[in-house]
Every structure is written in structure tokens, then in C-alpha cells.
């Protein structure tokens, strides 16, 4: 009986959780226009820190850690309790579902959220990600800002400099929405890519 009732709470907590974790872009600005920036939303947890592992330990591909600095608009100040989602491909250049995922499955399961803390910092734990195949894309990583007070909106791909896909007419077709998105890799003694971004809020944002 006792096991019975422990199950059963078990579950309602379960439901619980996933009912809050369905938090809707209704209630917040769209700046600049955006295909799918809604699906940031679709399964984003109550809780939110500066650092996210989006890719676990058994995620195939090679490491990758990224750092960085959010500041407000007049690009010194840092912002702290702002949200940041990513989304990417796997290390097979595709946006894969994990079998149990419910939420934002066109996302793909390498997708998470992280929120600046005080100083407006911010990590992103995950795999480099891989283009898409048979394609010419450079390999990127897709970011939708959420700040408060304002509303949500993309701001340009994390692009890794190093990528011989990333041609002459991609860096200079950059937007620099929230600043540049190429970013400098290089690795560290235990074979990890490691780079900075620092985004600039509202910058080269529409409507902003």
C-alpha cells in the first residue's frame, strides 16, 4: 500500500513539474520577427542557473565550452537575470529528438536555457556542433534572447571562425544582431574547444 501511495505521488509531482515547465510566449514581446522563436518557451524550466549542460557526457561529438558576457544595450553594463536558449545539431549535422522528448522536438534534444547571473555572466557545456548534410551551412548554434522588460528575439548564429564552411560571404552578410556571432576556438589540455561570446542587448535588433 505504502509502495502504491509513494508511486502515486510520484507521478502527481511528475505532472506537476510538467505543467510548469510549459511556459508561454503569450505574454511576451516579439521583436524583429522570428520563424519558431516561440518553441523557446516549450518545456523551459522553472529554474534556470548561468551554466547549462546541454550535451551529456555520453553525447557524441566533440566537447565544446562556451563563455561569455551579456550586457545591456549600451554594450558595458552587464545584465544580470537575462535568458539565453540554444539550440544545435548533433555531431551527425541533424536535429535529433531524444525518444521520451514531448517539447519543441523540431529543436532537437540539444537544446537548453541559461539565465546571466549578477555580473551578466553566462556557460554553455555542449558538442561542436556538425552541418547539416550533404549542405555548404557552416556549423552553428542557434540563439533567442529573452530579456526582461523588452520581449524575446534571435540574435546572429554562434559560428565558429576555424570552419572552413564559414566563407567570405557569411562573414560579411553578418547582421551582428547582439554583436558578432563568429567566435574564435581553440583547446585545452584535456581536448576541449573552448571560445567567448559576449552578446549586446537590443544591438542591430529591429524594433528594438
Not at 501511495?5 to 505543467?19: G, H, K
Not at 514581446?29 to 523557446?40: A, N
Not at 548534410?133 to 524575446?152: A, C, L, R, T, V
Not at 547582439?178 to 544591438?203: A, C, E, F, P, Q
Request: charged letters at 25%.
Amino acid at each position: 500500500m505504502k509502495k502504491k501511495y509513494s508511486l502515486l505521488l510520484f507521478s502527481l509531482a511528475s505532472m506537476i513539474l510538467a505543467a510548469c515547465s510549459q511556459t508561454s510566449a503569450g505574454d511576451r514581446r516579439l521583436l524583429g520577427g522570428c520563424e519558431g522563436c516561440e518553441m523557446m518557451f516549450d518545456g523551459m524550466p522553472p529554474h534556470i542557473g548561468a551554466t547549462a549542460n546541454i550535451a551529456g557526457p555520453k553525447e557524441p561529438g566533440q566537447r565544446m565550452i562556451i563563455t561569455g558576457t551579456i550586457f545591456k544595450n549600451d554594450g558595458k553594463t552587464p545584465a544580470p537575470g537575462v535568458i539565453l536558449y540554444v539550440y544545435q545539431t548533433d555531431n551527425t549535422g541533424e536535429y535529433t529528438p531524444a525518444p521520451d522528448q514531448k517539447y519543441a522536438k523540431r529543436h532537437g534534444h540539444l537544446r537548453g536555457w541559461v539565465k546571466t547571473d549578477a555580473n551578466g555572466h553566462y556557460e554553455l557545456n555542449t558538442i561542436r556542433p556538425a552541418s547539416y548534410p550533404n549542405s555548404k551551412n557552416p556549423q552553428h548554434i542557434h540563439p533567442i534572447i529573452d530579456e526582461p522588460g523588452k520581449g524575446y528575439y534571435w540574435i546572429d548564429e554562434y559560428v565558429f571562425e576555424d570552419d572552413p564552411l564559414l566563407s567570405k560571404e557569411d562573414r560579411s552578410q553578418s547582421r551582428n544582431r547582439g554583436g558578432s556571432g563568429i567566435i574564435k576556438l581553440s583547446k585545452n589540455d584535456k581536448g576541449v574547444w573552448i571560445g567567448t561570446r559576449d552578446i549586446v542587448l537590443g544591438k542591430n535588433v529591429p524594433g528594438y
